[in-house]
């Protein structure tokens, strides 16, 4: 049994409402900042979101819902944070491009003809991938980036706030 296609939407607006509130009025120190060079900063998040949410998820649910041929174009998000320069972004710029690509996004799922999301094409190794797949996954994601986001913020405060953390409880 699938969730409906409204449940997500409802999800999405809520958390474009969250990501507005976690990336909202920050100076360069805070959103540059990372615990160590193998992580990432709130600036190279919201890039990622942007160009996730316009060349991944979006793209792949209407390359289904549309059942266009062949396969949707490829895609490497870990290797654009350095093709694409993320840590030399404008933080600004990026909050209002990933404004922009959500309400796209919210705008497109609103045109969905739920009976299409059964549309599916096949994954050279994955397998057959149709909209729930993408509905889900990129839910998934958001849920995912929330919580990086969301650690790296609580990281922040651990390492300038000047005061121990430990009243507040622990983080697992």
Known sequence: MNLPLEYFIARFEENFTV?????????????NWKQSDDKWSLLEIICHLVDEEREDFRRRLQFVVNNE????????????????????????????EFINERQASLEFLETIDPATLDNFYEHPSLGKLNGHHFLNNWLAHDYLHIKQATRLKYDLLSARGGVGLAYAGTWK
Do not use: H
């Open 19 to 31: 990501f507005k509130g976690i990336f909202n009025d920050l100076n360069p120190g805070l959103y």
């Open 69 to 96: 041929a062949g396969q949707p174009p490829g895609i490497n998000p870990v290797q654009w944070v350095i093709e694409r320069s993320y840590s030399t972004q404008d933080y600004e710029s990026k909050i209002k």
